[in-house]
Structures are given as structure tokens and as C-alpha cells.
């Protein structure tokens, strides 16, 4: 019989130049076995699965598709990234960013609401937490006579949702002065004092308040509210923010008033205090007492605030205007400034809060409206006028007609423990950084000194 010739080999699969590795041999005719799961099991496509499709085994997948995170439902799968992607929260730490005036409940939430005071993270007194984002601005010159000054553009705040804006003179790296303004004034009240203060070595820092020029809110949703007690955590807030420990505080109306609260209530943030018109810190139970004719007298636009034509006019630009104007007048009646002056300032109250602070603000100091009941603790302990054990030096103008009589300020002299010492201007009126400016100067650079 003759035997069978040997079968020649099978051709080779067209698909096993490309076929994938597996860990199984190969059949005998050359094709390639379908990979296996470590259970033995044929593979399932992971990607297919969790589409939620067939897979190449050719049994549907049962498992329900993938729900993709929520911040990935409204992105087109072109835009879908490849990963989860962390959402920040935006709560920011005002030790490690610059301040912002936004929401005050966010502002100050980072702050240890307690009577004992809001918590202090800075890092380096004096020393800027940022200073690549804080440049150096120089001022004119003291000895210059160019007219009104008027400091450079405000510097933005980028580290929040909204900014808060300040102006700055002097060397970085020298001892902080922090000088805050009233109403109806702002930051421009301060042009001509600040560089008399840069040329000795401060580093002298111009807020705007809250309500005034370029600060907002960061919701709409927010209570604009004017109180003392928020105003000065404000300041604490940015002195938190630019890494300040110690500052020299000197301000006038507001700016007085929010200088004291601070020296009363976190001494340890105040080198000195220099005060216009002494000790200035609200008791809303002595507000309702009357006061003498003619101290009624020059509170008469507070009332004014309080009714619903005060409101309108201080809604109505023009009216708003030349009721501010008819103030300055008022209340320094021997400053003849222009009109250029009047209308730097009066830029900063086109502010779109400025009316909702301004208007709580006195109205808050009449009782005609509440503040914030997380304000309290701080508001019962200033209703108690507190001893200011800051070294201080208060001044007062000879022309102002808020100076209590009779103008030595032995009216809340016992209101001062620390080191004190009184200076009476007699030339000046309520406006004292601007109507003299070199005099103003000096105080805060002896204040500094005590």
C-alpha cells in the first residue's frame, strides 16, 4: 500500500502578522486564540464595558453605563478631560493671598470671631506676604509745590474674585503707616501728607473703605453694611493680607473713629494711633441722649440721611454733589480748595455701594437701623468705651466745628492710658491731612517715635 504523502503546512492566518500576544500557544493551523482573563475567561473591552456596549466577545455588557462626574455633564465629549479634575475651593487664605473687599462674610469668615479678637496669621511684620505683587510707588516730593498731588493708579488686587484697591509710597521694607480717610473724603485727602511720611522711611499704605472708589463686593446677595465694628475688620483683614503685624494707624472722621476701635480691641496691631478729633468709638445707648444745640447742629446731615429725602439726594449724583461740596465748606471753613480737588474725590463716591454704606452707616449710629448679630460681641465690648492703652498722639483743628470744646481734648482724656499727648492746629478745620498736610505728617512720624 502506498503511503499517504504528508498534508502541507495550512496557510498563515491574514491577521497573524498583527495578531495581539497572548499568553495562549497559538492553534496548529496558525491562528491566534482569543486572550484570556486570569480567571480563563475570554477579555472583556474595559473601554466598551463601560460605554455600556458590546464588547468583542459578542455577549452584551449588563452593567448600566458610567454616570460621568458632575462637573463633567455639561462638556461635550471632545471637551471631557481625561482625568477628574479638582475643583478648588475659593475660600481664599488671606495669609497667603493679597486682600480683597468682597463679600464681608467671606472676608472675614478666615477671622476668629470671638470678643478676644479675630485671629492673626501673618508671617513677617511689616513685610509684604506678596511683594512681586505689590510694586513700589513712589510719591512726588515734600519740598515740591506742583498743586494737588495725586497718588499713582490703585494697584489691583488679583488674589479673589473681586479687588480691593490701595495706593502705596515709600520703601517696602520700612515700618507700616496705614492712613484712612472719612466721608465725604477718600484716599486723595492723604496726597500730599504721604510722601512727607515716605521721605523718612515709611511705608505708608492708602486704603479705600469699604463703599468708596474702586472696592466691591463680591455678591449682590450681600448686606452693605456700614458699622464700625465691620469697618475695622476690614482694616485688620488687610493688614492680615499684606503680612503686617504692627502698623501706625492715623486717620480723621471714618478714618479716626476706625483707628480707635482698633487701638481699643487689638492693641497688638498698633504701633501708635494718631486720631483726628480724639476718641471717636461709638456707644449707641449715649447716642440716644440729647446733645447741646449746637452739637445737634453740626450733626444735622446725619438726621438728614435718616429720612427718605435724604436717601434721594444722596441717590441723585448732582444732588449728592452739592451736598458733599456744601460740606467741605462746612466743616473747613478756612481751606479754599478748587473745583479739580472736589472732583478727584468725588469720583470715589460713584462707587455703586457707596450709598447703602454710607446711609447705614449713620443710621446704624442713630438706631434707626440694626447691624449684624455677628457683630455683637465686638459692639458690646466698644458700648463699654474701652480704655486705648496704644501710645497716641490725638490732634485736633481749631476750625473744626466737631472739636470738643474746649479743643484740649480733656473731654475723653481718661479714654487714653497709654503714652498721650494732644496737638491743637488751630488753622485747620475737619480736613486736617489736606489742609495741612506737612503739620498731619508730622504727628504720624512722631507717633511712630513714642
Keep these: 500500500m502506498t503511503p499517504r504523502p504528508p498534508r502541507p503546512p495550512a496557510p498563515p492566518h491574514p491577521s497573524s502578522s498583527t495578531r495581539p500576544r497572548s499568553r495562549r500557544p497559538p492553534r496548529r ?35 448600566p453605563p458610567r454616570t460621568p462626574p458632575a462637573h463633567h455633564r455639561d462638556l461635550t465629549p471632545a471637551e471631557t478631560p481625561s482625568r ?21 462674610h467671606d472676608q472675614h469668615e478666615h477671622l476668629h470671631q470671638s470678643p478676644e479678637g ?30 494737588p498731588r495725586v497718588l499713582r493708579p490703585p494697584q489691583t488686587d488679583r488674589g ?29 485727602n492723604f496726597a500730599d501728607a504721604a510722601p512727607h511720611m515716605a521721605a523718612e522711611g515709611y511705608r505708608v499704605i492708602v ?23 465691620a469697618v475695622a475688620l476690614d482694616i485688620i483683614a488687610l493688614m492680615d493680607a499684606l503680612g503686617i503685624g504692627k502698623a501706625v494707624l492715623a486717620g480723621f472722621d471714618w478714618g479716626a473713629r476706625t483707628a480707635t476701635v482698633i487701638g481699643a480691641l487689638w492693641p497688638e496691631r498698633c504701633t501708635a494711633l494718631v486720631p483726628v478729633s480724639g476718641y471717636r468709638i461709638t456707644d449707641l445707648r449715649d447716642n440716644l441722649r440729647p446733645k447741646s444745640p449746637e452739637a445737634e447742629r453740626a450733626w444735622w446731615y446725619m438726621f438728614y440721611f435718616g429720612t427718605p429725602r435724604g436717601k434721594n439726594a444722596m441717590e441723585d449724583r448732582a444732588t449728592r454733589s452739592d451736598l458733599t461740596r456744601y460740606l467741605w ?20 463716591f460713584d462707587n455703586p455701594d457707596h450709598v447703602a454704606v454710607v446711609l447705614h452707616y449713620y443710621r446704624w449710629r442713630l438706631g434707626l437701623a440694626d447691624g449684624e448679630r455677628r457683630y455683637d460681641p465686638y459692639e458690646e465690648r466698644l458700648a463699654a ?31 487714653f492710658t497709654g503714652t498721650y499727648e494732644h496737638r491743637l492746629l488751630k488753622d485747620a478745620g475737619h480736613n486736617l491731612p489736606q489742609e495741612a498736610p506737612a503739620e498731619f505728617a508730622q504727628v504720624v512720624i512722631d507717633a511712630g517715635r513714642l
Design 207 to 229: 486704603p479705600y473703605l469699604r463703599g468708596f472708589g474702586t472696592t466691591r463686593f463680591r455678591s449682590d446677595e450681600t448686606f452693605r453694611n456700614g458699622q464700625q465694628a
Design 84 to 104: 477628574p479634575v479638582h475643583t478648588p475651593s475659593y475660600r481664599a487664605d488671606l495669609s497667603k493671598t493679597r486682600m480683597t473687599l468682597g463679600d464681608s
Design 29 to 63: 493551523n496558525g491562528t491566534p486564540r482569543r486572550a484570556c482573563s486570569p480567571r480563563g475567561k475570554p477579555a472583556r473591552s474595559r473601554r466598551a464595558h463601560s460605554a455600556g456596549t458590546v464588547p468583542r466577545t459578542g455577549r452584551a455588557c449588563t452593567r
Design 329 to 348: 465748606k462746612l466743616v473747613s471753613p478756612t481751606w479754599d480748595f478748587d473745583d479739580a480737588t472736589f472732583e478727584r474725590t468725588a469720583a470715589a
Design 118 to 147: 479675630p485671629g492673626r496669621d501673618h508671617r513677617r511684620d511689616d513685610q509684604c506676604a506678596h511683594p512681586e505683587r505689590l510694586r513700589h510707588a513712589t510719591g512726588s516730593g515734600a519740598g515740591r509745590d506742583r498743586g
Design 385 to 415: 468705651r474701652p480704655a486705648v492703652t496704644v501710645p497716641t498722639i490725638a490732634v485736633d483743628g481749631g476750625s473744626d466745628p466737631f472739636t470738643d470744646p474746649p479743643g484740649d481734648g480733656s473731654a475723653w482724656r481718661d479714654r
Design 160 to 188: 479673589g474674585p473681586a479687588g480691593r484697591r490701595l495706593r502705596r509710597v515709600g520703601p517696602p521694607d520700612g515700618p507700616a503707616v496705614v492712613l484712612l480717610h472719612g466721608w465725604p473724603y477718600d484716599i486723595h
